[in-house]
């Protein structure tokens, strides 16, 4: 542990905001510990449930503006469903949809201040990551038996160069779940932690205005990026299903 | 003196991890120019593929994203 918030010069350190906390009292953080972690999760689901079954409950024909955000949601995770995977993919539509929910939430309600982002921890996108690699792969067996392997035996290619290919396609399986799920960590903890050094910026009188505008700036983008690396994760996932679906190149 | 070099070199490998993250800015810059220079000629086209333009972006950002967590691991974790 090198860099302390005394040493750095900042105000405030822009790692300190991802700390894990017990939400009662300060005992050691074990399994079943209620964390900050818990709270945000908790809360994120209870947004999910908010809009999608809430929202929706009166099913109007002319819907209302809850209900309108809800049909956007699922169709737009839908139509992502059908045109990537194909009609067949549409079957794990709804873990598909409840991924993206979840991670939309997630990242959004972390964007409020003083919040707590959870998809900024490995150790959270970790486990959709490899729950989407550990699904995918049974599913690829269980759907194609032992023909999945196809996947790694590229037919297309010369004969000469397919043991080579099908060692370079075993990797890139295997780094799947790690690249799909530190791609979500990585984005937005580094946006957050831009934002925290912006703040620690702004605690410095000259460059105040600067900082803040740069702020304003850096927030709107972290708002984009929420949703692009939520959309990314679930088309990911819609990509790694086609492929368990029709391993065959 | 032995921890300020181990230190130092903490710093200066976080520092040189870093330069990934620009190798991966060139990556996805290189991704959505093509694109948009491909959806000019026929913006017709553009629409369908603009779930395979994110897909290429991921693909090129993960890798500078694995060199940003180096440097975080230098940084935090050695």
Same mark, same amino acid.
Request: proline share 6%.
């Given at each position: 542990m090198a860099n302390k918030a005394e040493d750095g010069g900042l105000a405030i350190h822009p790692m300190d905001q991802f700390i894990v906390k017990p939400l =009662?009292? #300060?005992?050691p953080v074990l399994w079943y510990t209620i964390t900050n972690v818990t709270l945000w999760m908790a809360l994120a689901v209870a947004a999910m449930v908010l809009m999608m079954v809430v929202g929706t409950? $009166?099913? +109007? !024909? !002319?819907? @209302?503006r809850a209900q309108s955000v809800g049909e956007l949601a699922y169709g737009f995770v839908h139509k992502m469903v059908e045109d990537v995977t $194909?009609? #067949?993919g549409l079957a794990y539509f709804p873990y598909i949809m409840t991924l993206f929910l979840f991670i939309v939430m997630a990242n959004f309600l972390g964007l409020i201040p003083m919040s707590f982002t959870t998809t900024s921890h490995i150790a959270v996108t970790a486990v959709l990551g490899f729950g989407v690699f550990l699904a995918v792969t049974v599913l690829g067996f269980v759907k194609? $038996? +032992? @023909?999945?392997?196809?996947? =790694?035996?590229? @037919?297309?290619?010369?004969l000469l160069l397919r043991p080579v290919l099908a060692v370079i396609e075993l990797i890139s399986y295997f780094v799947r779940p790690v690249s799909h799920s530190i791609r979500l960590a990585g984005n937005i903890m580094a946006g957050h932690a831009v934002l925290k050094v912006f703040a620690g910026f +702004? +605690?410095?009188?000259?460059?105040a205005p600067v900082a803040i505008l740069g702020m304003v700036g850096i927030y709107a983008l972290e708002v984009l990026v929420s949703f692009i690396q939520a959309y990314v994760f679930t088309i990911l996932t819609c990509v790694y299903l086609r492929d368990a679906l029709h391993p065959h190149h | 003196m032995e921890g300020d070099i181990a230190q130092m070199g903490q710093f200066i490998g976080a520092g040189l991890a870093a330069i990934g993250s620009g190798a991966a800015a060139i990556g996805v810059g290189h991704v959505a120019g093509n694109f948009l220079a491909g959806a000019l000629r026929n913006p017709s086209a553009a629409g369908d593929q603009t779930a395979t333009l994110f897909i290429g972006i991921a693909f090129a950002e993960a890798l500078g994203i694995f060199s940003f967590l180096v440097a975080l691991l230098l940084m935090f974790a050695v």
């Open positions: =009662f009292g #300060d005992g409950r $009166g099913r +109007a !024909i !002319i819907p @209302s $194909g009609k #067949d194609n $038996g +032992a @023909s999945f392997l196809s996947l =790694f035996w590229v @037919s297309s290619a010369p +702004a +605690a410095v009188t000259w460059v | -």
